[in-house]
């Protein structure tokens, strides 16, 4: 074996990330009920990149054990996926789907017959449609919903899984749907917006409660998308800005869920501005007493803020940027094939926060990766895409979460998003994030550069 530079702690997990709708596919198959996705994409299917909607995907649904061959095939060791909510209780409420049932156990079973840790999350942007009806995230009967749904994979699942996580990027739905226009029910209202996150986070916190009540012996966590926040300059305001800026995007999630409260600052922030969600004495209480066991920490790119120029308009709507703008550095390094910055050091900073700030929480990557619009132009006659790019971006950031590791970070995995080219919201096929491209009308799958790059270091645990 060749000398290695970086080495990675024992058990370190190798492997890749989807989510149920992004990668299943078979939307109107085996008793699945409508999720707000399917529903969105029958009204308006205009919205959607080339009108590809998430009825196909990448056909996970039919296709799982020869992809979990191939994840095998190329040093997997871990697979992140998650449980469709309207697959499994088509309602939303009420009865579980048997062939769900049976979908999910075969599925998993096939993971772990290849060697591969599930790692099950149970929540990805998918609520069913029935319930978006009577209110969404906004209702509290939701939150008993969830809990209720997340307490039925936990009894059918409990016995297969030891991973467990609450939900993916719980504030995407919040800023994408209720402060701005991707994701339904496409308002901008800052009141419903941080109603909607609290219940996220009392959700997360019932769900948690409802697991250990069961006595597994599992770990279970929640997934968020931390950017570090950067400020343009050391001046005092543009320093106070990102610090905001922070306490906005940032600590709102991470703070209740491994500390068990909001941020006081935050509290008395929103109150100031008359933006308390409504709650309930109770739900303090909850979200105290189950707090998460593990992180999953999805970084894609840093946050950069400065002191806004102008005040915000007293008369316009209370929104989090009120107290910052955002800032372009000149010189950033970019992902032209994507047009986000490419900033490796950020990994490690939000790893050394975490060791410092929140007792160094046992965390790990759970998505990284670089999306990239036309990616045929880089096949070569055999069809095999020539992506040095994805590999080098891998790699840089690998250099960091093993400095991050030697310098006593709790970090345990790498997860990269994703594992064969997957349907993504609005933007559908627009960008493709794969270690394996996907013939979208042929559903034939080739391992790209990367792909082979990744099973070298996966089976040697560095590079």
Known sequence: MKSLQYTFPEGFWWGSATSATQAEGGAGEGGKGFNVWDFWYQQEPDKFHNQIGPADASSFYHNYKNDIALMKSLGHNSFRTSISWSRLIPEGVGEVNPEAVTFYR????????NGIEPVINLYHFDLPAPLMEQGGWESRSTVKAFADYAEQCFKLFGDQVNYWFTQNEPIVPVEAGYLNVYHLPCVVDFRRAVQVAHHFVLANACAIDRYRRLNLTGKIGIILNMSPTYPRSQSPEDIEAARLADLFNTRAFLEPVTKGKYPKE???????????????RQDLDVIAANTIDVLGFNYYQPRRVKARTEPYPADAPFVPWKFYDYYAM????MNKHRGWEIYEKGVYDTLLDLRDNYNNIEVYISENGM????????ANAAGEIQDDYRIEFIQDHLQWIHRAHTEGCNVRGYHLWTFIDCWSWLNAYKNRYGLVSLDLATQTRTVKKSGHWFRETAINNGF
Do not use: C
């Open 330 to 333: 000149p010189g950033r390094k």
């Open 371 to 378: 999306g990239v619009e036309g990616e045929m132009a880089f």
């Open 106 to 113: 075969n599925m998993i079973d096939e993971l772990k017959q």
């Open 266 to 280: 935050l509290v008395a922030l929103l109150k100031e501005h008359e933006q308390l969600p409504k709650y309930e």
